[in-house]
């Protein structure tokens, strides 16, 4: 179990570092200060995955140096029940002189692991890192992945109670990044816990159990990770934003609401100016029914029924499909698909009507429904108007005289065997 208490971390700023002599000699201030952590607290328990989430300088690396002693906190507590290990700050505790083989006892040292503990764990640690031969060179000579694989055989093999998975696994080659996510889905289901930080969302709503969302050094947003990286995509979404009106970030639904949702009024979506509303969202089948269920392979229809408060004259309108782990299957909009909608005039309500097969495989998945307007660039909006997942659902069910696979989608594939013909033997 780990557990952080009100963490804060503060970080003195120089502008020069003849600054920091100079206010140790004459006792002026010569920094600023930056608040690098404020009052994060959290807990993990056993066996289980918390992501750590935010943009770039939020404080995710200051708060995994504080978990794993690199750092001090200045005010906080942090409490683990074991060892926390990973590949944090790659290469910190190696000696780029010594051999990997010298290397694996002074970093297992530094670990905490006993003389012992080293001497039963080094045949495997070699064998874990194939590093063949290089394992009796200097690590001045290895490459970054090469260090990598030292380093995170190490770590594992240190029997932490807690594996800090990060970017730095990206480093290594394809075939070392399976094996060590193998053997972190061995160590988790073992009772290890993980505090996985990246930027990889997809990855996040995947393998973890809760998300943490850290903004400038604080913990803005904490759940289920699904709505904590929607949280996050969102105050990406507002960032380019440039209307006359704010656009607000609403919390997203834990719960996706699985009533029909035939007639929804949603007044705070999860990013909007306020200025769009989307009075229905209807679900039809090809027998003009409302739905809420679906067999794959068949025809669907979403109307969404929108009104506009204001005058739009470049308006643009997206659909999605998320799965059950909010991992977007398919996702666009009238821009991306070179249409050009009529503007729309203060009051007026418009029916957007999308028509696909869904060719999906059998599972629970949500809407979601976008309205821009004035688009630039790839499919961005100058004016993000109304954004929002999980607005009904969607049950796909088992189309049993569909061919049977695996995977997220039925991409219709045809076959052909050949077999090969018989060389042709030269005339003699
Ligand atoms: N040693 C340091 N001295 C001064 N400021 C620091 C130091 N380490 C981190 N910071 C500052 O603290 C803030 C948080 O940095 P941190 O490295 O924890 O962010 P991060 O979320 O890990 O970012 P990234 O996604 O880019 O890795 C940043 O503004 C950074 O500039």
């Not at 045949?123 to 690590?139: D, K, M, N, R, V």
């Not at 027998?287 to 109307?303: F, K, M, Y």
């Not at 643009?316 to 782990?325: A, D, P, Q, S």
Request: proline share 4%.
């Amino acid at each position: 179990m780990i557990r952080a208490d009100h963490i804060s971390k503060t970080f003195r700023l120089y502008r020069k570092p003849s600054d920091r002599l100079k206010e140790l000699i004459l006792r002026r201030n010569y920094h600023s200060v930056h608040c690098a952590l404020h009052d994060v607290s959290f807990q993990i328990t056993d066996g289980q995955t918390l992501g750590i989430i935010g943009q770039n300088g939020a404080g995710k690396s200051t708060l995994l140096k504080i978990l794993t002693g690199v750092l001090l906190p200045d005010t906080g507590d942090v409490q683990i029940s074991g060892r926390i290990t990973g590949l944090l700050e790659l290469g910190t505790g190696f000696n780029m002189d010594l051999t990997g083989l010298d290397n694996i006892r002074a970093n297992a040292m530094l670990l905490g692991m006993t003389q012992e503990q080293i001497q039963a764990r080094r045949t495997a640690i070699i064998a874990f890192a194939e590093l063949g031969s290089f394992i009796e060179e200097p690590l001045k000579t290895y490459s970054s992945g090469m260090v990598m694989r030292l380093a995170f055989a190490i770590a594992i093999h240190a029997d932490p109670v807690c594996f800090v998975v990060d970017e730095a696994l990206s480093v290594g080659d394809a075939y070392f990044q399976q094996k060590c996510m193998r053997r972190i889905q061995e160590f988790r289901a073992n009772g290890g816990s993980i505090l996985f930080v990246s930027h990889d969302m997809n990855a996040v709503k995947t393998l973890c159990d809760e998300a943490l969302l850290l903004e400038n050094g604080c913990v803005i947003d904490r759940g289920s990770p699904k709505a904590v990286v929607d949280h996050y995509h969102a105050m990406f979404l507002s960032r380019s934003h440039h209307g006359d009106l704010p656009v607000a970030i609403n919390k997203p639904p834990e719960v996706i609401d699985t009533q029909p949702a035939q007639s929804i009024v949603v007044e705070s979506p999860l990013v909007g100016t306020g200025e769009v509303r989307l009075l229905k969202l209807e679900l039809y089948n090809a027998a003009d029914q409302l739905i809420q269920h679906l067999t794959s392979e068949e025809p669907l229809r979403i109307v969404a029924h929108i009104q506009t408060l204001r005058d739009l004259d470049q308006p643009h309108y997206g659909i999605g499909i998320r799965n059950r782990l909010g991992q977007s299957v398919f996702e666009t909009n009238t821009y991306c698909m070179g249409q050009h909608p009529p503007a729309l005039v203060a009051g007026e309500t418009v029916q957007v009507i999308w028509q696909f097969t869904v060719n999906l495989i059998a599972g629970d998945y949500s809407i979601t429904v976008g309205v821009g307007n004035r688009p630039y660039g790839t499919g961005s909006f100058s004016e993000i108007l109304f954004f929002s997942h999980d607005l009904t659902m969607l049950k796909i069910e088992t189309n049993t005289t569909a061919i049977r696979y695996d995977g997220y989608f039925n991409m219709h594939p045809s076959v052909t065997i050949c077999t090969p013909e018989l060389p042709i033997l030269p005339n003699e």
